[in-house]
């Protein structure tokens, strides 16, 4: 195993007690992320038609190697199905950050949603990041699509 496909060093802590009755592990070999749970101590909590809710996992890590940011992307099933998905699109995790990791969940369907405890609601993906530097300038490169936006290409 080369360096590239080698496990990232992440350091969790655990601060809720579901995490004990529930591994925090890939669901299957090649998944591409953890799943995270719903952590609070009601048996379920409920999202009403539309609306949202700040849910904690339970979990706070350290991203021990740079260059790296965990990012907070919906469950397909739970967004499919239940109509249940992250509420900003993607959270991001900066690797500096030691608080719990919450996500904001937004009930996308047309009625009240149940989330349970323990439930897995969202799921943790490790992926390398490169910051940018700022060069102000006053004008950018032409190039064939321009400023072209929002579907200027068509449909088909």
């Known amino acids: 195993m ?9 350091k969790f802590r655990f601060l809720h007690p579901v995490w ?15 799943d995270l749970r719903a952590c609070f101590d009601a048996p379920s909590l409920t999202v009403p038609a539309g ?6 996992t339970g979990v706070a890590i350290e991203i021990t190697e740079p260059g790296f940011a965990g990012f907070v992307f919906s469950r397909s099933g739970l967004g499919a199905k ?12 900066d690797p500096d950050y030691r608080g719990e990791i919450t996500v904001c969940l937004l009930n996308t369907s047309g009625e009240e949603r149940v989330v349970e405890r323990g439930q897995r ?4 993906v490790f992926m390398p990041i490169r910051r940018s530097r700022v060069v ?10 321009g400023a072209g936006g929002f579907g200027h290409t068509g449909r088909h």
């Open 121 to 124: 609601i969202a799921q943790l």
């Open 82 to 93: 239940d109509g249940l998905a992250v509420a900003q699109g993607v959270g991001v995790i």
């Open 51 to 56: 609306g949202r809710a700040m849910i904690g």
């Open 2 to 10: 080369d360096e590239s496909t080698a496990p990232l060093p992440v």
């Open 136 to 145: 102000a300038c006053e004008e950018l490169s032409d190039t064939a699509r």
């Open 20 to 34: 004990q009755e529930h591994a925090c592990a890939y669901a299957t070999e090649h998944s591409a992320g953890l």
